[in-house]
């Protein structure tokens, strides 16, 4: 069972910074592609920020030159720096991972509970 685990959410003034993390567990053989995507009230789930295992990375629009994606291949975790949060940043962020689990050939897209960023005017 491969499991994803965001922490570092919270409540911040805008201008202000935050740093998530996400470490993924279990029987994993290898990872692919993490991202970072968030769901603010009423709106559908968009990406964020991903990252390749060799370390492309892409960002929506709306956080380029604020938001800084990177992982630990060793440590099987991602990580998003949020700076300058304005409060449109507001929402449930969630990761997510496409894992290749032990014993298994094919990889297979996870995705962790959530953590709550608040960015407050």
């Known amino acids: 069972q491969v499991q994803l685990v965001e922490s570092g959410g919270g409540l911040v003034q805008a201008g202000g910074s935050l740093k998530l993390s996400c470490a993924a567990s279990g029987s994993i053989y290898s990872i692919n592609a993490m991202g970072w995507y968030r769901q603010a009230p009423g709106k559908q789930r968009e990406l964020v920020a991903a990252v390749t295992r060799g370390g492309s990375t892409n960002y929506a629009d709306s956080v380029k030159g604020r938001f800084t994606i990177s992982r630990d291949n060793a440590k099987n975790t991602v990580y998003l720096q949020m700076n300058s949060l304005k409060p449109e940043d507001t929402a449930v962020y969630y990761c997510?991972?496409?894992?290749?689990?032990?014993?298994?050939?094919?990889?297979?897209?996870?995705w962790g509970q959530g953590t709550l960023v608040t960015v407050s005017s």
């Open positions: 997510n991972a496409d894992v290749r689990p032990e014993y298994y050939s094919d990889y297979r897209v996870r």
